[in-house]
């Protein structure tokens, strides 16, 4: 099974400064057509998920554009270029190659 | 506008059953795969089950396996989740999510509590 981990778990962030967070996978997710099926998603306060990146670095429709996604192999990357209030929340991987698996998830805070 | 309405959660004693549904609108349902995940209060999200457009292909988390079934109604537009056997760390905010060519969860229900207790 492919486990996925997530650094740090908690990031106290300044609103206007970037943010980064790192996912790890178990295994290589490269998929037999190519692809890598890694995903993140955003969870605010009381709502449902909702999908930001999907393979790497494609962001969804709606989505601004200082949220990026990086990373090859195992190692992946979510960037937000400057933090506004409304990305308070908590932050998920999910490889979608192996199966699906989510990582524990980044709670992202104001300082 | 697509959207996925959960429904059927409840609360039930451990070792019981609940047939959990989920409605989709806004898209043509019978061409998509479906997922369930949940999320167990205050924890991550997990990935439970998912079925193909069809039915054909059906993929369990092994906590799952032999408890739970999913499946769907394409006539109806509806995706099911049957879970017998509950147990108290079934509890959790069940979601199902739409599968799309280029990754899986790309619209999401509201949810719907489900809690297994005495």
């Known amino acids: 099974d492919v486990v996925m981990t997530q650094s740090p778990l908690s990031l106290p962030v300044t609103l206007g400064q970037p943010a980064s967070i790192s996912c790890r996978s178990s295994?290589?997710?490269?998929?037999?057509?190519?692809?890598?099926?890694l995903n993140w998603f955003q969870q605010r306060p009381g709502q449902s998920p909702r999908r930001l990146i999907y393979k790497v670095s494609n962001r969804d429709s709606g989505v601004p554009d200082r949220f990026s996604g990086s990373g090859s192999g195992t190692d992946f990357t979510l960037k937000i270029s400057r933090v506004e209030a409304e990305d308070v929340g908590v932050y998920y991987c999910m490889q979608g190659t192996h199966l699906w698996t989510f990582g524990p998830g980044t709670k992202v805070e104001i300082k | 506008q697509v959207q996925l309405v959960e429904s059927g959660g409840g609360v039930v004693q451990p070792g019981g059953s609940l047939r959990l549904s989920c409605g989709a609108s806004g898209f043509t349902f019978s061409h998509y795969g479906m997922h369930w995940g949940r999320q167990a209060p205050g924890k991550g999200l997990e990935w439970v089950a998912f079925i193909r457009h069809d039915g054909s292909n059906k993929y369990y988390v092994d906590s799952v396996k032999g408890r739970f079934t999913i499946s769907r109604d394409n006539s109806r537009n509806t995706l099911y989740l049957q879970m017998n056997n509950l147990r108290a760390e079934d509890t959790a905010m069940y979601y199902c999510g739409k599968d799309a060519i280029e990754g899986a969860f790309d619209v999401w229900g509201q949810g719907t509590m489900v809690t297994v207790s005495s």
């Open positions: 295994q290589g997710l490269v998929y037999s057509d190519g692809n890598i099926y």
